[in-house]
């Protein structure tokens, strides 16, 4: 009787053990199966500006989806790239490839589709173009895509995306901006796309060196001056 009651115990104690060793086994499967995937870049869904034609334009990238090819300015501007655009670094002007962009470079990124502006009012039509004069007497900003464009006394002007106040005289050459426009103001023709310069009738007397103008024009802005209820810029800071 007594060594039944030994061999029972000894068994019990053997099942015990191989239980406890079966669960520890498990365990580390268990908690590496619970461990949150390592974090990676999130694809943002962007929506470029209905009909604008493609924009080459400059900053800090905060981050870039090389994924879904969009690339979002240290300023809030966003634009997505296609198969036509290209990526070059500020300093050098040597291409970048995509893959190998990090949030904090300073880049030009050519024939890029420019997205709105979030903080823009709902309502508004929104235009991306890069100053290429200023006729302050007449209160026309001329772009380089061949367009014009009006800054009444009226017109909100500011640094940045709810920046600082500026006014007209601020503005200089080279400077990016985002034209906000209301929707009774005439429609963009986006009928041509190619990267030609608009000459349409006489140009008012305008300030500025050609020789300092960015060199990439784009067609398919209106032709005659348009009113801007907004003009938000965007002046590239100059690298250390």
Do not use: W, Y
Request: hydrophobic fraction near 35%; charged fraction near 15%.
């Amino acid at each position: 009787m007594q060594q039944q009651t030994r061999a029972a115990a000894g068994f019990l104690a053997a099942v015990v053990l191989v239980a406890g060793c079966s669960r520890a086994a498990r365990e580390p499967r268990v908690s590496q199966a619970q461990t949150p995937p390592q974090a990676t870049a999130a694809s943002t869904s962007v929506a470029p500006l209905p009909g604008h034609p493609p924009v080459t334009t400059s900053g800090v990238v905060a981050k870039f989806d090389s994924t879904s090819g969009v690339l979002v300015f240290q300023d809030g501007r966003t634009v997505k790239l296609s198969d036509q655009s290209q990526i070059v670094a500020a300093k050098t002007q040597q291409a970048i490839d995509p893959r190998a962009v990090r949030p904090g470079d300073r880049v030009v990124v050519q024939n890029a589709l420019p997205a709105g502006l979030s903080s823009v009012a709902k309502g508004k039509r929104q235009r991306a173009a890069t100053v290429a004069s200023v006729d302050q007497q007449n209160q026309l900003v001329q772009m380089t895509d061949g367009s014009f464009v009006r800054a009444t006394p009226s017109t909100r002007m500011t640094m940045g995306s709810g920046g600082q106040t500026i006014v007209l005289t601020d503005l200089r050459p080279g400077d990016e901006v985002i034209i906000v426009m209301d929707e009774t103001a005439p429609a963009v023709s986006s009928s041509s796309g190619t990267q030609t310069s608009m000459n349409t009738g006489p140009r008012p007397a305008t300030t500025g060196s050609p020789s300092e103008l960015p060199r990439n024009v784009i067609t398919g802005a209106p032709s005659d001056p348009s009113d801007a209820s907004e003009l938000i810029v965007f002046r590239e800071a100059q690298a250390p």
